[in-house]
């Protein structure tokens, strides 16, 4: 008989990856909280240790492998899951012995591979987790999972391989778990999941049940819904299908913040095609001058890849061209990544690495000045800003036109006046001066 009265529930957990990923993480330490797990913050503490991997591009995959690799160092009980839990072979090639391997938004199994390693403490006590479960991100943002999975078919991805087809979420538990995270103090919801825009698409839009009234499984009735909780909600990943149309009036009348993150990839219509991405490139200018006649503070993040397989010199001066014509908000660019699995790969007519990066260069340094411009336009404006971050010298936030981690963010010197603003509030500011990427200001009264 062992008399040894330690009691082993502690977990270390890693989580890597976007925030679809970032989402199964606070489901899955939800889980673990609720069952009277302790998450610990070094491996060498824990008596398991839960990696959640990603494992869409190259470096990504060696984050994960090097991730797994140091838990096996320093602690050795080891359990992978997450997207490049996929490639189960070349986990267990390189290392045998991790004590379980699953693949995305996989709470259920791995839980059961926690509690077959390190079964459940006796007694949990569930009123030790919060109603809206643990998050990883700060009290003041959250993101908000719709559905998992993709039906689109992009020649460049494996997130339909990874993460399966679309699976739509119920109407009433994503609304529900939006009043949670509302009435726990949260200012802005993030709402996330592979194809936003196709939410419902899979249950054909059916009606659930919210607050005893019907509401449609559809995006538009999601974001009225969202809209009435008088707090920011923010739109990602929004693939641009024809009924994106209809929730521009919702920004316009203050339901939801005017933004919308939508991963054009390029815009030559020869590797639209290849890429198995909407190719009428016209037609998409036309839509976000109608999009910005509707809704003038509408702000557009948007992400293009260079380098893509038979991408020409012609293509790459299409793809400026586009830029400078609609000159969007926010923009992300990628040199273009071999995945294992997709399609992409056996397209002909490979991109050198050194033209790659010439023209990730010379898209960068287009997209600077268009930001300048941009962002100067804004100097002498008066834009709300959610704090993120206070300083001895600054209070560092962000309009409603920027999303944490990816886009600009707004320094407000602290001189000391402020006392009364935390992180999480709201603040009108001035906008005095602009940088490349970040806008600088002052508070004002009403």
């Given amino acids: ?25 606070e489901n899955i330490l939800t889980q673990l909280k609720s069952e009277g797990y302790i998450i610990v913050d070094k491996y060498t503490d824990a008596d398991i240790v839960v990696i959640n991997t990603c494992g869409f591009i190259e470096s990504a995959i060696e984050e994960s492998l090097g991730a797994i690799h140091e838990a096996l160092t320093e602690n050795g009980r080891v359990i992978v899951t ?49 109603p809206q479960g643990i998050k990883l991100t700060p009290k003041h943002y959250a993101y908000l999972k719709i559905s998992e999975g993709c039906n689109n078919s992009c020649t460049f991805c494996i997130i339909p391989d990874m993460r399966g087809k679309l699976v739509s979420y119920p109407i009433h538990e994503v609304l529900e778990q939006a009043v949670k995270l509302r009435d726990a103090g949260y200012k802005e919801l993030l709402i996330v999941s592979q194809d936003t825009a ?9 009606t659930g ?13 999601l974001c009225e819904e969202l809209g009435a909780l008088g707090i920011w909600v923010r739109l990602h990943y929004v ?14 009348d ?18 639209l095609k290849a890429m198995k991405r909407p190719a009428n490139v016209t037609n998409i200018i036309q839509r976000i001058q109608s999009w910005r006649e509707i809704c003038p503070d509408l702000h557009i993040r948007s992400t293009f890849i260079v380098g893509f397989p038979g991408e020409t010199e012609e293509d790459f001066e299409l793809l400026l061209d586009f830029l400078r014509s609609v000159k969007l908000d926010n923009v992300g660019c990628f040199k273009y990544s071999q995945v294992d699995g997709a399609k992409a790969n056996n397209i002909a007519n490979k991109v050198p690495e050194d033209i790659k990066e010439i023209r990730y260069n010379k898209f960068m340094q287009c997209q600077q000045e268009i930001n300048r411009e941009r962002l100067k336009n804004k100097i002498g404006t008066i834009c709300e800003v959610i704090v993120d971050d206070i300083t001895r010298k600054y209070l560092i936030g962000r309009t409603k036109f920027d999303a944490p981690d990816i886009d600009g ?26 940088g490349d990427y970040d806008l600088y200001g002052k508070i004002i009264n009403d």
């Fill in 198 to 206: 196709a939410y419902g698409a899979d249950v054909k839009y059916r």
């Fill in 254 to 271: 203050g339901k939801i913040l005017p933004y919308l993150d939508i991963p054009f990839q390029h815009a030559s219509p020869n590797v």
């Fill in 239 to 252: 693939y641009p299908y024809p009924h994106i149309d209809d929730l521009i009036p919702l920004m316009r």
């Fill in 209 to 221: 049940f919210f607050n005893g009234k019907p509401v449609k499984t559809k995006i538009y009735d």
């Fill in 82 to 130: 997450g997207c490049l839990g996929v490639k189960t072979e070349l986990i267990k090639s390189k290392y045998p012995n991790v004590l379980g391997i699953t693949g995305p938004h996989a709470t259920y199994e791995v839980m059961s591979l926690i509690h077959k390693h390190l079964p459940k403490p006796h007694d949990p006590y569930t009123d030790l987790v919060p």
């Fill in 409 to 434: 963010l707004t320094y407000i010197k602290n001189n000391g006046k402020y006392e009364n603003i935390m992180v999480g509030s709201i603040v009108k500011v001035e906008i005095t001066d602009n």
């Fill in 1 to 25: 008989m062992n008399n040894d009265n330690k009691i082993n529930n502690k977990i270390g957990f890693l989580s890597l990856g976007c925030p679809k990923a970032l989402v199964d993480s």
